[in-house]
């Protein structure tokens, strides 16, 4: 049972243009949702994050909106740069006792085309 | 400030071989430590976190087994490799109860080893 679903394997942009990444999610109790990106043979690094009591945070040219009625998420990367591709997560998190579980989604790799 | 080492970063094994992957965290005490792998062509599946020395949780069943030692050092094993333990395995650590304890804090992951399993 994936709880978290990002349901595009893949996207190509041009360069300049808007990105948009897409994330779904079935667990009420998360309590942050993340970004995260990653190179080929290297580990993911944090891009952005927005709490489940906020439905919009941004940070330059990357925003993260969150609806939690349709428990659905969204990054948009504005203007898209060739730098910017590479496979990008969805992660969300919940407490269980002592510890904080992160659950990811399986990845969306973008391509930005110059 | 924190930093996260990760090795060996490539690693090619015969299939019923062991296999030791280590990672450790410095900078920060009583980390919350994870294990994830990324199989090819999908996500990130979590494998084993640990809360404290000697606390392992598996999320799933497996040939692999974890072992935390110390405080900021987490082991992944097998005594018998299998070719579907091939993967990018990472290790990640976020701060743990007494460390500003948040949802909000973010997973910082290792550079990552290639384990190839022949």
């Known amino acids: 049972d994936q709880q978290v679903k990002q349901n595009s394997p893949s996207l190509s942009v041009q360069e300049g243009r808007i990105s948009i990444l897409n994330c779904d999610y079935t667990n009420s109790m998360f309590d942050y949702f993340l970004w995260y990106k990653k190179y080929p043979a290297e580990g993911p690094t944090f891009l952005i994050s927005?709490?489940?009591?906020?439905d919009k945070n941004e940070d330059g040219r990357f925003t993260v909106f969150l609806n939690k009625s349709a428990k659905h998420l969204s990054l948009h990367i504005v203007p898209s740069q060739p730098g910017d591709s590479a496979v990008y997560f969805c992660?969300?998190?919940?407490?269980?006792?002592?510890?904080?579980?992160?659950?990811f989604g399986i990845g969306t790799k973008l391509q930005v085309i110059p | 400030s924190q930093t996260i080492h990760q090795w060996p970063a490539t690693l090619v094994q015969p299939v019923g071989s062991p296999l030791s992957l280590e990672c450790t965290v410095e900078g920060t005490s009583n980390p919350n430590l994870y294990w994830y792998r990324q199989a090819a062509g999908r996500g990130l599946q979590l494998l084993f976190y640990s809360v404290g020395i000697g606390q392992i949780s598996s999320e799933v069943p497996q040939n692999l087994s974890a072992s935390r030692p110390q405080d900021r050092q987490f082991i992944l094993s097998s005594k018998k490799l299998l070719l579907s333990d091939s993967g990018f395995y990472l290790c990640?650590?976020?701060?743990?109860?007494?460390?500003?304890?948040?949802?909000?804090?973010?997973?910082?992951f290792g550079a990552g080893s290639r384990l190839t399993v022949l």
């Open positions: 992660a969300a998190t919940e407490r269980v006792g002592g510890y904080q579980k992160v659950t």
């Open positions: 990640a650590w976020r701060k743990g109860i007494g460390q500003g304890f948040s949802g909000a804090n973010v997973l910082t």
């Open positions: 927005i709490s489940s009591i906020k």
